[in-house]
Structures are given as C-alpha cells and as structure tokens.
T-cell receptor
C-alpha cells in the first residue's frame, strides 16, 4: 500500500526566510502528488499538483515543489515566507487505479516568527 | 463559484446517539469523498462516490459508519451509536478531473 511521510511535525521559520517542507512517498509506479494547506478552522486548499511532465511545479501563493523520482520525494519550497503562510501543510499521493482516493501525510505545522 | 459546503459546522452529541453530516459538492463534480481528520493525525479516507458506480467503502472504520449520495449530488455521512473515538473533523471533497479534489470546511464532531 502506498504511504506518505512528512518527517517534520513542526517547523518554525522567520518571516522572509526560505522554507522547505519535506515529503516522501512509497509506491512503485509514478504517483500523482499534491500539497494542500489548511489554516485553522478551514478546509484544505490545493497549493499545487504534479501529474507528469516538468518535475518542478509552480503553485499558488509563491510555492513550488520538485518531484524527484530517485528520492521518492516531493518537497515544497518557498523562497521568502510571509507571516500569513503560518498553517498546516499536507502532502498527498494518488495513483492510477486507486479510485482517485488520496493518501495523506500527517502534516507539518508551520510557525512564522515576525 | 460556490465551493464545497458542509453542515453543520459543529456538532456535539452524546455517546450512543446517531449523527448525520451533510456535504454539498461543487455543481457538476461527479466524484465525492469523505475523510476524517483526528487530532494530531493526517486525513483518513472513509468513502468515495463516483457517478453511478458502487461506492468505494474501503475506508469506513466500522459498520456504524455509512454514507449515501442522492441524485449524484448531496451526500450524507451517518454515524450510528457514536463513540468518543468518533470525535474528529469530517471533511468532504469533490472533484471533476481526476485526483484534483476540492475540500469543504469540515464538520467538527464532538462526542461527549
């Protein structure tokens, strides 16, 4: 069965600093990969997705992620964090034949220090 | 346009009672999903509806949980004889294209 690992439960960065959130997946075939963000009391908002093609994908709010097949990773990055980016971030994976259901990581809570 | 809506936003119930949670997907979306998010946990898949096909119920944790989708649109998740471990946020999502799911704000269920 596929699995998603987000090794960092909490991350704290200073406003204006760069950010990288890690995501590793376990699955034999090429997965479909997503990053979602959840603000307190809110549902999940899709930041970006990877289906195929260019392994560097751009998303909303200045985020990007890079698919690295050799490392089974899909890390999320942002060059300069804003205080409003404080939220919980979830990596998710789907796969062909999986009925479109997604498997989510346990999330990374991002705190931004002013 | 309107996103996925869920009601109620909060529900407090006594142990042993039945509850119904409602999801209105984005108009035109053929797929609908239910997930559960427990404190400190990621999202746990519960059930998936796609058009007129039989639902994928593989994530339902027990036979106390059931869901239906009427007319290919609105869905109701029912939990019978609620237990304290059922306390969680229940999230609904819908999609039109493969895999890109749009989530509602969730229903926070508290079982006392």
């Amino acid at each position: 069965a596929q699995s998603v690992t987000q090794p960092d439960i909490h991350i704290t960065v200073s406003e204006g600093a760069s950010l990288e959130l890690r995501c590793n997946y376990s699955y034999g075939a090429t997965p479909y990969l997503f990053w979602y963000v959840q603000s307190p009391g809110q549902g999940l908002q899709l930041l970006l997705k990877y289906f195929s093609g260019d392994t560097l994908v751009q998303g909303i709010k200045g985020f990007e992620a890079e698919f690295k097949r050799s490392q089974s990773s899909f890390n999320l990055r942002k060059p300069s964090v804003h205080w409003s980016d404080a939220a919980e971030y979830f990596c998710a994976v789907g796969f062909t034949g999986g009925g479109n259901k997604l498997t989510f990581g346990t999330g990374t809570q991002l705190k931004v220090e002013l | 346009g309107a996103g996925v809506s869920q009601s109620p936003s909060n529900k407090v119930t006594e142990k042993g009672k039945d509850v119904e949670l409602r999801c209105d997907p984005i108009s035109g979306h053929t797929a609908l999903y239910w997930y559960r998010q427990s404190l400190g946990q990621g999202l746990e898949f519960l059930i998936y509806f796609q058009g007129n096909s039989a639902p994928d119920k593989s994530g339902l944790p027990s036979d106390r949980f059931s869901a239906e989708r009427t007319g290919g649109s609105v869905s109701t998740l029912t939990i019978q004889r609620t237990q304290q471990e059922d306390s969680a946020v229940y999230l609904c999502a819908s999609s039109q294209t493969s895999y890109e799911q749009y989530f509602g704000p969730g229903t926070r269920l508290t079982v006392t």
